[in-house]
């Protein structure tokens, strides 16, 4: 499985952007998938992640309301639309992937199977 993010970049805070991952090597519909942030400095966090068929969403408390995960797959593609950015979602935001995992959602709270080289999220205040 083949991960690439993009669409990241610098937003002023109360901005939006719209983040993408697309899928290769597999195809998406056999994927839950999600997206994790790393800022400088801490430990790598989860964002978001959603099921195969798109069916099921899970946020981390953080990014509720703000931020909405989504899919098409047949575009073998994940989104991450983020508005009301605020500085502190600045971030190197990785998209990943994983073939299911007991426990649902949650379960990938620490991390999936398959990641992509991430894409920089900057919000300036």
């Known amino acids: 499985v083949q991960l690439q993010a993009s669409g990241g970049g610098l937003v002023q805070a109360g901005g939006s952007l719209r983040l993408s991952c697309t899928v290769s090597g597999r195809a998406a519909s056999n994927l839950d998938m999600g997206w994790f942030r790393q800022a400088p400095e801490k430990e790598r966090e989860f964002v978001a992640a959603?099921?195969?068929?798109?069916?099921?969403?899970y946020y981390e408390d953080s990014v509720k309301g703000r931020f909405t995960i989504s899919r098409d797959n047949a575009k073998n593609t994940m989104y991450l639309q983020m508005d009301s950015l605020k500085p502190e979602d600045t971030a190197i935001y990785y998209c990943a992937a994983d073939f299911g995992k007991v426990g649902g959602l949650t379960a990938y709270y620490t991390g999936m199977n398959h990641w992509g080289k991430g894409t920089q999220v900057t919000v300036s205040s």
């Open positions: 959603i099921s195969w068929s798109g069916g099921s969403t």
